[in-house]
């Protein structure tokens, strides 16, 4: 039972890191109908500012500053370099783009700090605190609470903010929003900078509890790309839930079953849902009349 309780809170804990991607994977989607495949690239490119800015002797926290600004910056060169020349194409040709896009940024790190993974020291001096039989890892509990906040705040901001509002309507019919006045270009572009934060924002949390390195941006998406399947592409709620119990499932395959194996679990998981219900655990049939 100790075992089980110490292993929940671990997968928890990496499976809020898939949820963050995952709600970006979303947020996207819902914007601008395509699958943005350069989300896990966000993950790494952040890990990559947030170890120069600290390498380069700011504090922990401007270094923090720093990387999300960074990622803001991505996030508008992304939707200006990316999605915009595209917007007007079918889903196809942008999802490429951000495939393509995705190889680019992976490559132009290794080309500048080589193949050799980084390390990045966590928030906290204190590693943790034991809390009965359950060993509590700081690192683990910052992100299990940084999730928490963000969830609340999407509620927040989404639901009870006329920006968050615009962002909704946009989503839903951007001709109909345009017709409104909301400027559909700006609303795409805001989306793309949360997306690219949130994205970043996973990326350094998850750093110190694993290496940086060009491979862990992929590893990431694969996760997040899958959860937000298993939870019902397109929604907020699911791609959280299915972030949190990919992160569980692999962590008690890994202690129970194989440690080797411990990434097949999330896609056989993905294939079993793809299998039997399609449609996520929160996404509904859609059925077209001929």
């Not at 020349?85 to 393509?100: K, N």
Request: neutral net charge; contains cysteine; hydrophobic residues 60%.
């Amino acid at each position: 039972m100790d075992l089980a309780l110490q292993l929940l809170f671990t997968g928890i804990g990496i499976g809020a890191v898939y949820a963050l991607v995952a709600l970006g994977f979303v947020l996207i989607f819902r914007a601008t109908n395509v699958v943005n495949f350069a989300q896990g690239e966000f993950s790494m490119v952040a890990a990559y500012l947030m170890v120069v800015a600290v390498e380069a002797g700011l504090p922990y926290w401007a270094a923090f500053i720093v990387a999300l600004l960074g990622m803001a910056l991505l996030g508008v060169v992304f939707n200006l370099g990316v999605y915009y020349p595209l917007r007007h194409r079918t889903y196809l040709p942008v999802i490429i783009a951000t495939i393509g896009a995705s190889i680019l940024l992976a490559n132009s790190v290794l080309a500048i700090y080589g193949p050799q993974p980084q390390v990045l020291e966590g928030w906290f001096e204190t590693p943790g605190i034991q809390v009965g039989p359950v060993y509590l890892d700081s690192q683990y509990l910052l992100i299990i609470c940084v999730t928490i906040c963000l969830v609340i705040f999407n509620f927040w901001f989404f639901e009870k903010t006329l920006l968050g509002k615009k962002l909704q309507a946009t989503s839903q019919d951007k001709e109909m929003a345009s017709l409104l006045g909301i400027s559909v270009s700006t609303m795409i572009m805001i989306t793309f900078i949360y997306s690219a934060v949130l994205g970043g924002l996973a990326g350094i949390l998850v750093a110190p509890v694993l290496f940086v390195s060009i491979q862990m941006g992929s590893t990431i998406a694969l996760k997040a790309f899958a959860a937000t399947i298993i939870g019902g592409f397109g929604d907020v709620a699911g791609a959280i839930i299915g972030g949190l119990a990919l992160g569980v499932i692999e962590t008690f395959g890994a202690a129970y079953v194989s440690v080797p194996y411990k990434d097949g679990f999330a896609f056989l998981v993905l294939i079993a849902f793809l299998i039997f219900r399609p449609q996520g655990i929160f996404g509904e049939r859609v059925a077209e009349k001929a």
